[in-house]
Each structure stands twice: as structure tokens, then as C-alpha cells.
């Protein structure tokens, strides 16, 4: 199966603002459903966030709403995840995976994996 190639991350200062970016390593193929989770230390991966397959339907998390913004750059053929805002708590290693379910919010519901991005908000 295609691999899902992260990019973005890194430390920042909170309130501050990163973009990750998630590709297949097939340019030519359009990523499904996207989902964005993330695993704290010593903390279970949680979901963060969904982007649809086909159009711009998104699901975020109740801890991220309104600060986390998940969209598509067609020209680049990615699914991007937009942070803003940024909390001490959002400090983890962020992974985007796919998935065929319109509604996927468990682990489980997602079959392809990216290798993960750490993103750290520290002062």
C-alpha cells in the first residue's frame, strides 16, 4: 500500500502556530479520509482531527476545536493540518492515517499510518 509521508512540526512558543502536511508517496493518488491523531508521553493516541475524502467535511476533537484546522492543498496533493493557537497540552507526535469510513474516529477504523512528527510547545 502507498506510504503516508509527514512533514511540519517542530517546537514553538505557546500561542504560537504550525502547519503539518501529510502525502502518499504516490503523487498520484488522492489521499481517502484523512484522520490526525496524536500520542502524548505516557499517554494513549488520542484523535485530533478529519478531513472527508472528497470535499472539505471536517471533525475535530473538542480539545482543538477552533484552533486546529484540517484541509487539502490540491496543488500539492496533500492534506494539511493547521495549528493554532497552541497549548502546552497539544505537545505530542502528531500521525496522519487513512481511512475508507466517512465517520472514522477510532484507531482501529484507520489501515495506513504515517511515520509520525514531533511537535513540541515549550517557552
Known amino acids: 500500500q502507498v506510504q503516508l509521508v509527514q512533514s511540519g512540526g517542530g517546537l514553538v512558543q505557546p500561542g504560537g502556530s504550525l502547519k503539518l502536511s501529510c502525502a502518499a508517496s504516490?503523487?498520484?493518488?488522492?489521499?481517502?479520509?484523512v484522520g490526525w491523531f496524536r500520542q502524548a508521553p505516557g499517554k494513549e493516541r488520542e484523535f485530533v482531527a478529519r478531513?472527508?475524502?472528497?470535499?472539505?467535511?471536517?471533525y475535530y476533537a473538542d480539545s482543538v476545536k477552533d484552533r486546529f484546522t484540517a484541509s487539502r492543498d490540491n496543488a500539492k496533493n496533500t492534506v494539511d493540518l493547521q495549528m493554532n493557537s497552541l497549548k502546552y497540552e497539544d505537545t505530542a507526535v502528531y500521525y496522519c492515517?487513512?481511512?475508507?469510513?466517512?465517520?472514522?474516529?477510532?484507531?482501529?477504523?484507520?489501515?495506513?499510518w504515517g511515520q509520525g512528527t514531533q511537535v513540541t510547545v515549550s517557552s
Open positions: 504516490d503523487p498520484t493518488i488522492k489521499l481517502p479520509v
Open positions: 478531513l472527508s475524502g472528497n470535499g472539505p467535511i471536517t
Open positions: 492515517a487513512t481511512s475508507g469510513n466517512f465517520y472514522a474516529v477510532r484507531e482501529a477504523d484507520y489501515n495506513n
